[in-house]
């Protein structure tokens, strides 16, 4: 936006809503060429690895907290949720 349509920093950090200090260090790094575009194809196998190892480390997340309850917490309420008595009338007037 910068480059392309001549647009100041401060008027783009407003745009996109973000710091005119991160807009000005892209700009900085394209300058430079420290900011290279990543041309790394990535594989359906690796794209799939990649989601299984994320689901590991959400499921194994998951069984060490079931593993390791807080034994603050009651195990059950100290009262009924729900007594029959709320759902009938016994008042037989």
Do not use: H, Y
Request: charged content about 30%; aromatic content about 6%; proline content about 9%.
């Amino acid at each position: 936006m910068i480059t392309e349509q001549g647009l100041s920093i401060p008027e783009v950090g407003r745009r996109l809503s973000i710091p005119k200090s991160t807009i000005a260090n892209w700009v900085r790094a394209i300058a430079t060429g420290t900011l290279a575009k990543s041309k790394k194809v990535v594989s359906g196998e690796e794209m799939e690895v990649a989601r299984l190892k994320r689901e590991i480390a959400e499921l194994t997340m998951e069984r060490d907290i079931l593993k390791n309850p807080r034994k603050d917490l009651p195990l059950f309420p100290p009262f009924p949720l729900f007594s029959p008595v709320c759902f009938f009338n016994t008042d037989t007037r």
